[in-house]
């Protein structure tokens, strides 16, 4: 063991060991699993229903999910919704190129 050097500025006191944080803690974000969900949902009825306000959703949540992902999170899912979402986007100006029409 060395021997503390006088012009050291590190304060030995002041010294914390890093501790990994438990699964489940705060750093465990469920907000991009749901809106990867969601995008995967709206997607499905912008697809099956022909609704293109479902469709934008699906893009819009699609985008949340990528945005408050972590590195470690399943890319080829997010992949997937995000193409499922533009996909109904596109599939739903195809069969109907008029503009979007509010749903009230």
Known sequence: MQQPNANDPKRANKIVRYKAQPAGGPGDD????????L????SMCGLMMKLKWCAWVAVYCSFISFANS????????????????????????LQNPQPMQPPW
């Open 70 to 93: 972590r590195t470690t999170d399943d890319t080829k899912q997010m992949l997937s919704s995000f193409m499922l979402s533009i996909s109904a986007v596109v599939m739903s100006y």
């Open 30 to 37: 469920p907000t991009p699993d749901y809106m990867n969900l």
């Open 39 to 42: 995008g995967m949902i709206f």
